[in-house]
């Protein structure tokens, strides 16, 4: 058999993001997931609509907020996957996009 580096991961945990199915390994974080399955882009900025994504990767930064599940400002580099999540980026939640401000 023949082995090449993302052909080895073994993906097991199940959840959707902005409704689409992907898989992911026990014990990433939501922001690895995604980024495993090539998305980077997690939301936008409030005021300027810029792509927003992961950055410091250790929960400081606050660039990589999505909605987890129903609950917004969910920073996903410091979320642990579960199976089943459901995750929106914060540009489609349409409860926390309701106002232009984000207010
Ligand atoms: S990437 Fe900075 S807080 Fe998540």
Do not use: W
Request: with cysteine.
């Amino acid at each position: 058999m023949e082995k090449s580096g993302a052909a080895d991961i073994t993906h097991n945990v199940r959840f959707t993001f902005n409704g689409r199915k992907l898989h992911g390994k026990p014990g990433q974080t939501v922001a690895a997931a995604l980024f495993l399955n090539g998305i980077k882009k997690l939301g936008v900025s409030r005021k300027l609509k810029q792509p927003r994504g992961m950055y410091c990767g250790s929960g400081r930064c606050c660039s990589c907020f999505v909605t987890v599940d129903g609950i917004d400002h969910v920073l996903s580099c410091m979320t642990l996957l579960e199976n089943g999540m459901v995750v929106q980026s914060n540009d489609c939640d349409p409860d926390i996009r309701r106002r232009d401000d984000g207010n």
